[in-house]
């Protein structure tokens, strides 16, 4: 997981929610307003992952576009509806969960998470600006937890399920490392820099799938 740094509130979010921020604290059915009454979630979307996300899940880091992914209260909004559901310091972009599984059943990410939640075990990519250095990566593609706050690592692990769980996310890390280090040569090949040089430069750029394990992997260049 990396951190994911919020921007300020667009503007088209807080005149698209305005009288529904004022709604929702009058009506009884205040789910309802979210998934039924707020009809721009699509521009919010498109607006997140581009400028704030490169376009990778909040949690798995997965590549994700507009129609494979939703929109996910990092903390879930029925815990304070008032406040949380148009909280948009509160809100992240997740894949539906099926990206690596062999059916449409959610096996990890938000979908999975769903309303579990504990505030003072989970880690929130919006939140913890050194999330990356409480997770460290196996060659196969596994995630482990370091010694920091290990209970809080393996919390949000198993939480997310983002480890094998009946899920094929560790292979996917595998052959994003495999498929990064024939780039890194092809682009060797044709531009001559040195292939520290150009892996640095890139993965800087931090939008490559599974970019934490990328990074992790090349540590000693970083």
Not at 145 to 172: D, G, I, M
Not at 190 to 209: G, H, Q, R
Request: proline letters at 3%.
């Amino acid at each position: 997981m990396k951190y994911i740094k919020k921007s300020d509130e667009p503007s088209f979010f807080v005149e698209d929610t305005k009288e529904l921020r004022l709604l929702i604290k009058t009506e009884n059915d205040k789910a309802d307003i979210w998934d039924n009454k707020y009809k721009n979630k699509r521009e919010l979307k498109d607006y997140i992952l581009k400028y704030e996300q490169n376009y990778l899940c909040c949690y798995c880091e997965a590549k994700i576009n507009l129609d494979n992914s939703h929109i996910e209260h990092i903390k879930p909004k029925f815990l304070d509806y008032d406040n949380l559901t148009f909280d948009y310091q509160n809100l992240a972009i997740s894949c539906e969960g099926i990206c690596y599984s062999n059916d449409n059943k959610p096996l990890t990410c938000g979908h999975k998470k769903a309303n579990k939640y504990d505030e003072n075990l989970f880690l929130n990519p919006l939140e913890v600006e050194n999330i990356r250095e409480y997770f460290i990566y196996t060659d196969n593609g596994q995630i482990g937890s370091s010694n920091l706050e290990e209970n809080k690592a393996k919390y949000t692990l198993k939480l997310l399920r983002l480890n094998t769980f009946n899920n094929y996310l560790p292979e996917a890390r595998q052959k994003a490392l495999t498929a990064f280090k024939n780039a890194l040569n092809k682009n060797h090949i044709k531009t001559k820099k040195p292939l520290k040089e150009l892996a640095k430069i890139i993965l800087n750029k931090e939008n490559l799938a599974f970019i934490s394990f990328l990074r992790f992997k090349y540590k000693n260049l970083l």
